[in-house]
């Protein structure tokens, strides 16, 4: 079992739908990171979580520490949304530990 | 606001060759990252560097080699290319041992993408 997992593992929507994907992790950790990674593009960070929720214009990040568990939702996606999100766990100062990712496209 | 720089950005290399990639961690970050990301696949960890010492070792061939600098920027070294080290090298910055705004943030560069023919 892989130590982050996250769901849906691909996500086809129409535009302006609300999107939600989900992680979980089974280990402890010091953070939550949300990415973002176009095709054959570099990785962006969207959030850094430890606890609570983020907002960052449409993008919406929240944490459940006791659960071990993280969701990403975009209000009123767009096709510009399509690309994968990874969630990754961070220990301290270790390495990340990565989801599979979310393979998102938004149809126009 | 400056950002991880890599470079090059794009790099073809034939098998057996030597490749180098550089990467430029965020102002006043003392940690770097190195990660792999194979076509289709996940990104994966190879090396970290805290303060100009390695601090952690994932799956790191014995042909590849690492290093932080005195200016904290960071080489990684991959001699001896193999068809299997085409990939995406992704470089992270963090500011680790002194407390801050943003301690502990994680931020990426764009990657370097290496071909090996």
């Known amino acids: 079992k892989n130590e982050v997992e996250q769901s849906p593992q691909n996500l086809t929507a129409q535009e302006g739908e609300f999107i939600t994907i989900n992680c979980s992790y089974s280990?402890?950790?010091?953070?939550l990171h949300w990415l973002q990674q176009h095709p054959g593009g570099g990785i962006v960070s969207l959030f850094m979580?430890?606890?609570g929720k983020k907002k960052h214009g449409r993008l919406i990040a929240t944490i459940n520490i006791q659960e071990k568990h993280s969701s990403l939702h975009i209000t009123a996606s767009h096709p510009r949304d399509s690309a994968v999100y990874i969630c990754?766990?961070?220990?301290?100062?270790?390495?990340?530990?990565f989801g599979k990712g979310t393979k998102l496209t938004v149809n126009p | 606001a400056a950002g991880v720089i890599q470079s090059p950005r794009h790099l073809i290399k034939e098998k057996r060759e030597t490749a180098t990639l550089k990467c430029y961690p965020i102002?006043?970050?003392?940690?770097v990252y190195w990660y792999q990301q194979g076509p289709g696949q996940d990104p994966q960890f190879l090396i970290s560097f805290y303060e100009k010492m390695q601090s952690d070792k994932g799956s790191i061939p014995d042909r590849f080699s690492a290093q932080q600098f005195s200016d904290y920027h960071s080489e990684l070294n991959m001699s001896s290319l193999e068809l299997g080290d085409s990939a995406l090298y992704f470089c992270?910055?963090?500011?680790?041992?002194?407390?801050?705004?943003?301690?502990?943030?994680?931020?990426f560069g764009e990657g370097s993408r290496l071909t090996v023919l």
């Open positions: 979580l430890s606890s």
């Open positions: 102002p006043r970050h003392d940690t």
């Open positions: 280990v402890g950790i010091s953070a």
């Open positions: 992270a910055s963090s500011l680790v041992g002194r407390i801050g705004p943003n301690t502990g943030e994680l931020f």
């Open positions: 990754a766990a961070q220990r301290g100062s270790e390495k990340l530990v």
